[in-house]
């Protein structure tokens, strides 16, 4: 399937379009000047001058490397092949630094789990030991002297 990028009478969508530096969407114009030399017949955006006070914006982008009429289509689509295998390493080597960044933070992450749970497990366990502390003195009725039935022991010396 031919894009408008592989056709050059064909125009790209609006949306497709960049913007220029003004904000508008640029215009597709074909370079129709001999020089810069090779560039003749090669498309390119433009911005449309709309400015209101009349300033001419240079925004310039070219769409074609070199003239397609001059290129044969086999070697077009092989140099559109090689771009798209450069990208695709790109994401590939883009994909790989996430997922070591990833697993960088998954480890951090299981480490502060770790000491989450060993917090968690500390206050728990001072929580169980205060708990202790204030219920030994309530239990043990004989240590200000009383027995178990509430009555006062002599103590003979």
């Known amino acids: 399937m031919s894009t408008w990028r592989d056709d050059p009478n064909a125009i790209p969508p609006w949306n497709e379009r960049p913007k220029c530096h003004c904000g508008f969407r640029t215009w597709l114009q074909i370079w129709t000047d001999p020089l810069p030399q090779g560039k003749k017949g ?84 001072e929580a169980d030991e205060q708990k202790n502390r204030y219920k030994e003195p309530a239990q043990s009725s004989t240590t200000d002297g009383r027995n178990k039935k509430g009555k006062f022991l002599r103590f003979t010396q």
């Not at 240079?58 to 044969?72: A, C, E, K, N, Y």
């Not at 295998?85 to 299981?110: P, S």
Request: proline share 2%; net charge positive.
């Open 42 to 125: 090669c498309r390119f955006f433009k911005c449309p001058d709309i400015d209101d006070d009349f300033k001419a914006c240079t925004f310039m982008q070219w769409i074609d490397t070199r003239p397609l009429g001059r290129v044969s289509f086999k070697e077009e689509q092989e140099r559109r092949v090689r771009q798209q295998q450069i990208r695709l390493k790109g994401k590939e080597d883009e994909l790989k630094r996430r997922r070591a960044e990833l697993g960088q933070r998954e480890t951090a992450l299981k480490i502060q789990e770790e000491q989450f749970q060993a917090r968690e497990a500390q206050f728990k366990r």
